[in-house]
């Protein structure tokens, strides 16, 4: 929650922290602000991986069955912007392992921006995505770095886990 809390104070929208569960995303954390931006999710609230910032991330560090499944199925489109053919789908996750990030513009909403993170355990294995949702405007490109730095910092500050000697 700290780092959440920092992302926030310097961000002045919606910070939140999903996980998977089965073929979705759902959010176990969300900080807001009064006058935010649009922002469909809530605390335990759920989308779909496709849509997602936070589920792009997920999915694209995610098994390989996950990933078949979710390019097999329907992908709804929220917004014109929304991923909702396979082709685009293999390529923004693609990319997503290569930069590091998802950024995802007016995916759910069009004055909306998501933008997440991965969240690795200390194997390296990606646990959660740590995301922000912003105003959909250029000036809102500078949350990258910011979440980077948190996400580093969640990771740093997991205990170990048991299975590592």
């Known amino acids: 929650m700290p780092f959440m809390e920092d992302v926030h104070a310097v961000v002045g929208h919606h910070v939140q922290l999903g996980v998977r569960d089965g073929d979705e ?27 997602s910032s936070s ?4 999915l694209a560090h995610g098994p390989a069955d996950l990933r078949d499944r979710v390019l097999a199925g329907p992908m ?9 053919t396979p082709d685009r789908l293999r390529s923004t996750l693609a990319d997503i392992r290569k ?8 995916h759910i909403h069009e004055e909306a921006l998501g933008v997440a993170v991965p969240v690795k ?5 990606v646990v959660a995505a740590l995301s922000v949702i912003v ?23 997991l205990p170990p886990s048991p299975l590592i000697h």
């Open 135 to 157: 105003p959909n405007t250029a000036e809102s490109r500078a949350v990258t770095g910011i979440l980077m730095a948190a996400a580093r910092g969640i990771t740093r500050s």
């Open 99 to 106: 930069q590091g990030f998802a950024w995802c513009p007016g």
């Open 55 to 58: 589920g792009l991330v997920l």
């Open 121 to 125: 355990d200390a194997r390296g294995a």
């Open 76 to 84: 709804r489109a929220y917004t014109a912007n929304t991923i909702t």
């Open 25 to 51: 995303v759902i959010f176990l954390e969300r900080l807001s602000a009064p006058k935010a931006v649009i922002n469909y999710t809530r605390i335990a609230g759920r989308l779909p991986m496709h849509a």
